[in-house]
């Protein structure tokens, strides 16, 4: 199930890229990951760096509508923990484009493409405490 997921997944990039050249939208999420991982590593080390020692709290919402839903959990988990560092992953432009400056989150960014490699470097990196997906 493996093998097709993640043949799956790098087909479903490569459509992607493809129709980058002809849909605003599929350009977007293209761009939108370009150099993800490294855009991840740095802003959290200028961001959570510099405040060592706070749990991560992970909140994914696949687009807009999804994040509209787990709004009101978001800033009722911030307001109750405000000393949480909190990563807000979108997979669709339409959410990131609206809310890549909501400001309750520490850090807003794509989801890197969910391969293998992605997901352990994800997973590496943010070091989550608790994952919370609205779907």
Request: hydrophobic share 40%.
């Amino acid at each position: 199930m493996n093998l097709f997921y993640s043949f799956g997944i790098h087909v479903y990039g490569l459509l992607i890229r493809t129709a980058a050249l002809f849909n605003p939208k599929a350009q977007l999420w293209r761009d939108g990951r370009k150099g993800i991982i490294e855009f991840i590593r740095r802003e959290l080390e200028l961001r959570r760096g510099k405040q060592g020692g706070k749990k991560t709290i992970w909140f994914h919402c696949a687009s807009l509508g999804e994040f509209e839903q787990g709004r009101p959990l978001i800033e009722a988990w911030k307001k109750e923990h405000p000393d949480h560092f909190i990563i807000l992953t979108f997979f669709s432009p339409s959410g990131y484009e609206h809310r890549k400056n909501y400001n309750v989150a520490d850090l807003v960014c794509y989801m890197p493409l969910d391969t293998p490699a992605n997901a352990r470097t994800f997973i590496d990196l943010v070091k989550p405490d608790a994952v919370i997906f609205e779907v």
